[in-house]
């Protein structure tokens, strides 16, 4: 079974450039979650897709990312226009259902941002 | 101040010893995780636990849910397992990440 994949593994772009980053979660899997790690910080939490539908963007910085998951499949997260700040590692995860049991997390190889 | 603390943030240890990573959480933290990246490589999902303890090989993860305060173990030490260990606590169905421990086991 395939894991969790990213595209792509390393983009570097201009400030004032726009990126789209891609991850394919683990077939099956509801959940899928967009994670950022900046340099030297702790990974943090951007936001949380149930399927097609945002169950928590609250980690989302600013109205320059925009997350999608038509379909409840593959997500795409843009960043529009890009700043300096952004540079950092995209983790993407994904897991199967939300209930009470705790839900073990795949994560995805990460898509490191260079922002110039 | 971060909701979960790791310590210490890095360690060196020669090989074969006995190796100990804790990490500290704040309530709202319903349970535990513990993940490895090697370098260059993915992040893996270690442990998951709520309570007690669980074993894996070489690899032990406790937690207290009255103190808040979970520890990864490391039997026997190889270079191999050299890596950053990161604890992360659930919460509210996302997960909130400690700073990581990056562990350099020497031959």
């Known amino acids: 079974e395939a894991g969790v994949t990213q595209f792509p593994s390393h983009s570097v772009i201009e400030k004032g450039q726009t990126v789209t980053l891609r991850c394919d979660p683990i077939s099956g899997h509801d959940n899928l979650y967009w994670y950022r790690r900046v340099m030297g910080k702790e990974i943090k939490f951007l936001l949380h897709?149930?399927?097609?539908?945002?169950?928590?963007e609250s980690g989302m910085p600013n109205n320059r990312f925009l997350a999608e998951r038509t379909g409840g499949t593959y997500s795409t997260l843009k960043v529009q226009p890009a700043e300096l700040e952004d540079s950092g590692v995209y983790f993407c995860a994904s897991s199967q259902h939300l209930g009470e049991s705790y839900n073990e997390q795949f994560f995805g190889p990460g898509t490191r941002l260079t922002v110039l | 101040k971060n909701e979960v603390e790791q310590s210490p943030q890095n360690l060196t240890a020669q090989e074969g010893e006995f190796i100990t990573i804790n990490c500290s959480y704040s309530v709202g933290i319903s349970a535990l995780h513990w993940l490895q990246q090697h370098p260059g490589g993915g992040i893996v999902s270690l442990f998951m636990l709520s309570s007690g303890k669980k074993k894996h090989g070489r690899l032990i993860a406790t937690i207290n849910i009255q103190e808040k305060h979970s520890s990864l173990h490391i039997t026997a030490s190889h270079p191999r397992d050299s890596a950053v260990y990161i604890c992360a606590g659930e919460g509210g169905g996302k997960l909130i990440f400690g700073q990581g421990t990056e562990l350099s086991v020497k031959p």
């Open positions: 897709f149930v399927k097609e539908s945002k169950q928590d």
